[in-house]
């Protein structure tokens, strides 16, 4: 099992709606990643935090907005979503401790807008 | 660019026989590179990766993959496949502390 906690699992919601997908890793891992998977696609980078600061932002629109409150947790804010936006939304984390640490990644919230 | 290309989208073959999978990177200088699985309804998994060192590397579940510079290629090989070996396999690569690239992917399916 993963030890990458994504919540929540599934989540639907309108275009006017305001959600929000909540990340915790507890490895003591310094860098901590989106990225959002359409079906029968490779996961693609959105967000890459590290010590807690937004390291990489690959030029995702406004409508998600990222956040680290602290070393363990990533949340990724979402407002005025649109249809093509529904995915696999993918957390993950590295201890970025030295150049090739691997990720790890969490299960994902399975996103679905309406 | 950089980019990570693998050579097969779909692979389907029976239990026991050998697996290999390509893939190749356009990368300039250092480079890391990784293979991933995804099992149905499960998260992505590391397999192996290379950074350094041997060239040969091994990973988890009797894979392994070689690292060749020559080619640009790091090619994954397992030689026997089992049922719950049927999974996407991604190969992904990096040059810098995290920017992580992968490759379209291949799915494999392994017939009983």
């Known amino acids: 099992d993963t030890e990458v906690t994504q919540t929540p699992k599934h989540l639907v919601m309108g275009m006017t709606n305001k959600k929000s997908l909540k990340c915790e890793q507890h490895?003591?891992?310094?860098?901590m990643y989106w990225y959002k998977q359409k079906a029968k696609k490779p996961p693609e980078l959105m967000f890459v935090?590290?010590?807690?600061?937004?390291?990489i932002n690959e030029s995702v629109p406004s409508r998600f907005s990222p956040e680290c409150p602290n070393s363990s947790l990533l949340n990724l804010h979402l407002h005025a979503l649109q249809p093509e936006d529904s995915a696999l939304y993918l957390c993950?984390?590295?201890?970025?401790?030295?150049?090739?640490?691997?990720?790890?990644f969490g299960n994902g919230t399975r996103l679905t807008v309406t | 660019a950089q980019s990570v290309s693998q050579h097969n989208h779909h692979v389907i073959l029976s239990e026991a026989a050998s697996l290999e999978l390509g893939c190749n990177y356009s990368y300039g200088g250092t480079v890391n590179l990784f293979w991933y699985v995804q099992y149905p309804g499960q998260h992505l998994q590391l397999l192996l990766k290379y950074f350094s060192g041997d060239p040969l590397v091994k990973g988890i579940k009797g894979f392994e993959a070689e690292f060749i510079k020559s080619k640009f290629s790091f090619n994954l090989r397992k030689p026997s496949v089992q049922w719950s070996d049927t999974a996407e396999y991604f190969c992904?690569?990096?040059?810098?502390?995290?920017?992580?690239?992968f490759g379209a992917g291949t799915q494999v399916v392994v017939t009983p």
């Open positions: 490895m003591g891992h310094r860098a």
């Open positions: 992904a690569a990096s040059d810098s502390w995290g920017k992580l690239q």
């Open positions: 993950a984390s590295s201890p970025q401790d030295r150049e090739g640490s691997p990720l790890h």
């Open positions: 935090y590290s010590y807690e600061k937004l390291s």
